[in-house]
T-cell receptor, first 114, second 114 residues
């Protein structure tokens, strides 16, 4: 069966520090991978998606970047965190494009920038 | 502007009771509609996904209905349990030019009390 791992679960980082969140999927090949952010009182916002190794599409311009160094690994990064980067970050995967099929989400990372 | 609006914003019911959550959308044209359950501090889990041609779909004690003419969907929970306490999010997959995108509602927060 397929599983998705996302870590860390919680993170407190000072403003200006770097960020690296990792997500891995097991039990499937060539998944579509996604990073979402969920801010308080707001719906989920798609940040990045990837349909293959090294292929990254950005949905919104921001202080963050994503990379896919391996087929089932998706990394969310920042060189210098801003207070506005605080939020709940979710990694997800799907077999087909997300708009056509259900997505499977990780447990999320609660990021607090102080 | 595409929008997905959910009501009520929050709801408290007693264990064993039924409840119905509402989702109204203005998305057009529309591909599919899904309902997710999100426990506090966790990632969303898919409950149902319906295309425009389906008007009802069940998943255990959860039954979703869709009226594509009035652009309304509902999620009915039967014989509620304490574990049903969560946020329920309505998501619509919309056509945007040659692409599609998911539009997330803000969710209904359900509390089931003993």
């Amino acid at each position: 069966s397929q599983t998705i791992h996302q870590w860390p679960a919680t993170l407190v980082q000072p403003v200006g520090s770097p960020l690296s969140l990792e997500c891995t999927v097991e039990g499937t090949s060539n998944p579509n991978l996604y990073w979402y952010r969920q801010a308080a009182g707001r719906g989920l916002q798609l940040l990045f998606y990837s349909v293959g190794i090294g292929q990254i599409s950005s949905e919104v311009p921001q202080n963050l970047s994503a990379s896919r160094p391996q087929d089932r690994q998706f990394i969310l990064s920042s060189k210098k965190l801003l207070l506005s980067d605080s939020g709940f970050y979710l990694c997800a995967w799907s077999v087909h494009p997300l708009e056509d099929t259900e997505a499977f989400f990780g447990q999320g990372t609660r990021l607090t920038v102080v | 502007k595409n929008q997905v609006e959910q009501s009520p914003q929050s709801l408290i019911i007693l264990e064993g009771k039924n409840c119905t959550l509402q989702c109204n959308y203005t998305v057009s044209p529309f591909s599919n509609l899904r309902w997710y359950k999100q426990d506090t501090g966790r990632g969303p889990v898919s409950l149902t996904i319906m295309t425009f041609s389906e008007n009802t779909k069940s998943n255990g004690r959860y039954t979703a209905t869709l009226d594509a003419d009035t652009k309304q969907s509902s999620l009915h929970i039967t014989a509620s349990q304490l574990s049903d306490s969560a946020s329920y999010i309505c998501v619509v997959s919309a056509f945007a030019g040659n692409n599609r995108k998911l539009i997330w509602g803000l969710g209904t927060s359900l509390a089931v009390n003993p």
